[in-house]
């Protein structure tokens, strides 16, 4: 909550709890921000386990295709 706070996204409200603060668009931006992050720190981690790039491309078609 702690980081929702210091980006403007939510107030504390003492004893009523947390309020949401930030314009849905926000939330988008920053929700695309964060994942943007997550999959450059996977495909460095994937990196370092000695995956090449198209073996990384290939796991995520993969795992796309058994979700469908």
Partial sequence: MKVLEEQNLV???GT???FV???EQEIK???YQESNKLVK???EKLGE???SEDEIVNL???KML???
Avoid: H, V
């Fill in 11 to 13: 107030t504390s409200c």
């Fill in 16 to 18: 009523l709890g947390y």
């Fill in 21 to 23: 603060i930030a314009s």
């Fill in 29 to 31: 931006e920053i929700r």
């Fill in 41 to 43: 720190i996977l495909f």
């Fill in 49 to 51: 386990l000695g995956f």
């Fill in 60 to 62: 995520f078609l993969e």
């Fill in 66 to 68: 058994r979700r469908s």
